[in-house]
Antibody, heavy 129, light 112 residues
C-alpha cells in the first residue's frame, strides 16, 4: 500500500523559507513523478511543481523564481522549498504521486502527462509576523 | 495556461437523485496517446483530494460505480447517479494536458 507522509514547519515569518518533506512508503520513487500542490484558505487547488528521478523539475510560473523541488531516492523522500514567503503563501500544502501515462518533449525538456493517485495528508503552513 | 470553468459552483442535491457537474476548458484538450488528460477529484474540508475519475471516464480503484465521467475537447462532465450524504464535499476537475496543471474552481455539493 502506497503512503505519503509529509511534514515541515507550520509557522513561518515573512521572508523565511518554507521547507516540507514528503516520505513515500510502499513504492520506489522511480518510474513516477512527484508533485506539490497547495490550497489557500477557502480557495481552490494550485499546482506548485513537480520532479522525477532522472528528469528535470517543472514549476508553476507564478512561483518559479522562489520554488525548488527535489528528490532523495536513497531515503524515498522528496522535498519542497519556497523562499521569501509572505502571507499570501499561507495555505494547506499537499504532496502527491503522479502516475506517468505519457512522457513528451516540449520547450527543451521532457514533461509528464498522468494522474495523481496518492496524496499526503496535508501540512498547514501559516506565514505571520 | 488552460483555464477550467466548472458549473455550477454549488449544488444542492436530493438524496437518491442524480447530479451533474460540468467542466469547460479554455482550450481543446488533445487526445494524446488515446487519452484526454482530464481528471476529477473529491475533497472534504481539511483533507487531501481523492482521485475519482482519471482520463475523463476511468474510475479509480475503489470508486463506486455511481460516479462516471464523459466528454471530449473542451467539455467534460462528472455524473453522480444517486447522491448520498457521503458525497457532500467539493469536486474539482483538473487538466494534465500541459503545465502548469490547472484545476477548476470547484463545485460544492450539499444535500437538501
Amino acid at each position: 500500500q502506497v503512503q505519503l507522509q509529509q511534514w515541515g514547519a507550520g509557522l513561518l515569518k515573512p521572508s523565511e523559507t518554507l521547507s516540507l518533506t514528503c516520505a513515500v512508503s510502499g513504492e520506489s520513487l522511480s518510474g513516477y513523478f512527484w508533485s506539490w500542490f497547495r490550497q489557500s484558505p477557502g480557495k481552490g487547488l494550485e499546482w506548485i511543481g513537480e520532479t522525477y528521478d532522472g528528469g528535470s523539475s517543472h514549476y508553476n510560473p507564478s512561483l518559479k523564481s522562489r520554488v525548488s523541488i527535489s528528490l532523495d531516492t536513497s531515503k524515498n523522500h522528496f522535498f519542497l522549498k519556497l523562499n521569501s514567503v509572505t502571507a499570501a503563501d499561507t495555505a494547506l500544502y499537499f504532496c502527491a504521486r503522479g502516475l506517468r501515462r505519457q512522457l513528451y518533449f516540449d520547450s527543451g525538456s521532457y514533461h509528464n502527462r498522468g494522474y495523481f493517485d496518492y496524496w499526503g495528508q496535508g501540512t498547514l503552513v501559516t506565514v505571520s509576523s | 495556461d488552460i483555464v477550467l470553468t466548472q458549473t455550477p459552483l454549488s449544488l444542492s442535491a436530493t438524496p437518491g437523485q442524480p447530479a451533474s457537474i460540468s467542466c469547460k476548458s479554455s482550450q481543446s484538450l488533445l487526445r494524446t496517446g488515446g487519452r484526454f488528460h482530464l481528471d476529477w477529484f473529491f475533497q472534504r474540508p481539511g483533507l487531501a483530494p481523492q482521485l475519482l475519475i482519471y482520463e475523463v471516464s476511468n474510475r479509480f480503484s475503489g470508486v463506486p460505480e455511481k460516479f462516471s465521467g464523459s466528454g471530449s475537447g473542451t467539455h467534460f462532465t462528472l455524473n453522480i447517479s444517486r447522491v448520498e450524504a457521503e458525497d457532500v464535499g467539493v469536486y474539482y476537475c483538473m487538466q494534465s494536458e500541459q503545465v502548469p496543471r490547472t484545476f477548476g474552481q470547484g463545485t460544492k455539493v450539499e444535500i437538501k
